[in-house]
């Protein structure tokens, strides 16, 4: 997807999509920076997008560890389906991250080590970020890792809400520079 496309996505659906230009490399590499790929029995990714961080986890990932990818829009959907729908252990999701429980059922995974999200908590209701927070919160448990990125601070009190640990590094190779937040419940 070039970035003309990615741009009509973000004026057609500017609080789901959340950005004007998909994430950078550094930003994507950052990301995924601190997950043991090696130790891991299952991650998902909020809001894969145009999947700049799908393509790390794909690239990094173990043959047997569970990977589901949830995207709302079906634009971004279509593309990864197509992309990484054949690979096994690896399943795009047409849908929201509110009904992450009907998803885990259907795949049989009891057990989540890693969140990583794409989603735009500062364009996100209050009401849809506390449920998927919440959700993420239990599904993680004490030993589980969410990883996010927002473009400011702004919502990292919002995230201490859910968690009890809040590392934060900056990315200044994106457009425009992010943060990236770890955020876990030891």
Request: charged share 20%.
């Amino acid at each position: 997807m070039n970035a003309l496309h990615f741009i009509q996505e973000y004026i057609r659906h500017p609080r789901t999509v959340g950005a004007i230009m998909p994430s950078s490399k550094s930003l994507a590499k950052q990301m995924v920076k601190s997950i043991p790929f090696e130790n891991i029995t299952c991650m998902i990714e909020y809001g894969p997008g145009t999947g700049v961080f799908t393509d790390e986890i794909v690239q990094n990932k173990h043959k047997d560890t569970i990977f589901l990818a949830i995207e709302a829009n079906e634009t971004f959907y279509n593309m990864l389906n197509k992309k990484y729908g054949h690979l096994e252990n690896v399943y795009i999701i047409h849908g929201s991250v509110e009904d992450i429980d009907e998803y885990l059922k259907q795949y049989d995974i009891e057990k989540v080590d890693y969140i990583v999200s794409g989603l735009p908590f500062t364009s996100l209701s209050g009401t849809t970020s506390t449920k998927i927070l919440k959700k993420t919160a239990t599904l993680l448990g004490a030993e589980g890792t969410f990883i996010t990125f927002q473009y400011s601070k702004v919502k990292c009190s919002f995230f201490e809400s859910f968690f009890n640990t809040i590392q934060y590094e900056r990315v200044y190779r994106n457009v425009p520079p992010a943060y990236v937040f770890l955020c876990t419940n030891p």
